[in-house]
């Protein structure tokens, strides 16, 4: 009996944390660097998965990582997001292993990248601080070394690989005995002092997402989340609308226009989950299918039409031919 009601205590303290979240602000605010929630069962090994290319300039990595809720771990795929202000930059959460539990750190944004458990998640970040950009006079660069970049679309870019031998490979996912073994330095210390924000309300839905995918939980996918998304249709339009970028086929505007639409539809997704114990009913999942559809009629003619990278004003449009996911 007791074990149910720590567990149940345990629950509403994380919903009443994601409640807090997830709180539009009037300003920014201040966030505290402490810890959100705490279990007894150790997180899964960060898995190995290919980051997608930025989809447009100034958006900035936030790397996967394994969130806990009421069916347990679940993983949170790794997404480019815009920061609430130019200068920033994301220290990701981690879990934190003290006193017999497992505690998770959320992460924020600043203007420095501070302590993050030590933790390896890729993509610039090696375990401390960042190399995969930085701001240059309000304008981020991107490091192509460790960063998946278009540079048809995003040109700020540099290679720096002088750090890169220095970074130890490993998949642990938590800070503490039986993980990995860090300590904040002062430099780190002090950057806890400074102005922190929120995620984003693109980040706490993202997470939202994941939360509701049955396919995104550790039950289900044993730890191997990889290639499987909140819905497989909208990642393989996800797919389409990266390739169209990469090929230059997709201006930026049409590629974030594309996305736009593509949250949207997730966002929609997410209510009518939360409305129905996490599933979609007969009706919704034709309304998302209809959307789908659309969307996917949207993204061919913006592959197709007269306006590339290479030419996104050009004289005379043609009309495409709709055709279905390609």
Request: net charge negative; aromatic share 10%; glycine share 12%.
């Amino acid at each position: 009996m007791r074990k149910l009601m720590h567990a149940r205590l345990w629950l509403l303290f994380a919903v009443l944390i994601a409640a807090a979240v997830a709180m539009p602000a009037a300003a920014p605010a201040q966030v505290a660097v402490g810890i959100g929630i705490s279990i007894h069962t150790a997180p899964p090994p960060i898995p190995v998965y290919e980051q997608p290319p930025c989809p447009t300039e100034g958006y900035l990595w936030t790397p996967g990582y394994w969130a806990y809720g009421p069916a347990g771990y679940y993983w949170v795929p790794g997404v480019w997001v815009a920061p609430p202000h130019v200068g920033l930059l994301w220290t990701p959460g981690y879990w934190g292993f003290v006193g017999g539990v497992y505690g998770w750190h959320g992460g924020y944004w600043g203007p420095h990248v501070g302590f993050y458990g030590g933790i390896n998640y890729g993509f610039g970040y090696g375990g401390v601080g960042f190399i995969g950009g930085e701001w240059r006079g309000g304008v981020f660069a991107y490091n192509t070394a460790v960063m998946h970049v278009n540079e048809t679309v995003v040109h700020n870019t540099y290679v720096n690989r002088t750090v890169i031998n220095n970074t130890t490979v490993n998949h642990v996912s938590f800070n503490g005995e039986g993980g990995v073994h860090a300590t904040p330095t002062a430099t780190e210390r002090s950057y806890e002092s400074e102005h922190h924000y929120q995620a984003t309300a693109s980040q706490v839905s993202h997470e939202t997402t994941a939360r509701n995918d049955p396919n995104a939980r550790f039950s289900n996918n044993h730890g191997n989340p990889v290639g499987m998304g909140v819905n497989a249709r909208e990642q393989r339009q996800q797919d389409r609308i990266a390739q169209g970028i990469r090929s230059g086929q997709m201006t930026p505007g049409e590629a974030a226009h594309a996305e736009h639409n593509e949250a949207h539809i997730d966002n929609q997704v997410n209510r009518d989950r939360a409305a129905n114990g996490g599933h979609l009913t007969p009706e919704e999942h034709r309304q998302v299918e209809h959307e789908q559809n659309k969307e996917s009629r949207q993204i061919y003619n913006e592959k197709h039409n007269a306006r590339t990278d290479a030419n996104p004003h050009p004289h005379s449009s043609s009309k495409p031919n709709e055709h279905k996911d390609k």
